[in-house]
């Protein structure tokens, strides 16, 4: 099953207008939703962090799995492990940078996605991590806690072995 994420244009029935327009000029800019880019995996890092080969350091949106750096979490090297599955070096992908583009480290904020579809949402749906909101990248947030809740519900991955902790 792929990974999709609801076109902006999927949203003009639940959502006024102001809104719609508003996730309308988000995507304008250079990297937003209709300005995709193109490139490569150089390493993942850990379960929500990867290295672009040209975009530099890259956190994934909307996702945040336990740590695997100095105190590992539960589920954080399965987290990571899952990742280094699915993101190869040298793999081909695709990014859409957030609203706000960069966090406090620097690194490129962005949604992920590989042939499979959406790898911020994979995380999510197969409990590899937890929604994590933070606006304005709250592009997906609706169905990012529609996949936690399937995911928790049956128990996958951290909410079966570590209680959603």
């Known amino acids: 099953m792929r990974d ?10 639940r959502y006024p207008a102001a809104v719609v327009v508003a996730v309308a000029l988000a995507g304008c800019g250079a990297g937003g939703p209709s300005g995709s880019q193109r490139d490569r995996i150089a390493e993942v890092i850990d379960g929500d962090t990867v290295e672009l080969r ?3 350091r890259a956190r994934l949106i909307g996702v945040d799995t336990p740590e695997t750096f100095g105190t590992v979490g539960c589920w954080g ?13 040298g793999q081909r992908v695709t990014y859409s940078l957030g609203a706000e583009a ?3 480290y620097g690194r490129r904020l962005v949604y992920l ?13 197969f409990g590899h991590g ?14 990012f806690e529609a996949a936690q809740e399937k995911a928790s519900s049956a128990k996958r991955g ?8």
């Open 4 to 13: 999709r994420l609801p076109r902006p244009v999927a949203v003009l029935h």
């Open 54 to 56: 040209d975009g530099g």
């Open 158 to 165: 951290l909410w079966g072995r570590c209680g959603g902790a």
């Open 130 to 143: 937890r929604v994590l909101t933070i606006p304005p990248n709250d592009q997906y947030a609706e169905p």
């Open 113 to 125: 996605s590989d042939r499979r579809g959406s790898v911020n949402l994979a995380l999510i749906r």
């Open 77 to 89: 090297p399965q987290a990571s492990a899952w990742l280094k599955r699915r993101l190869r070096v």
């Open 102 to 104: 960069t966090d406090r």
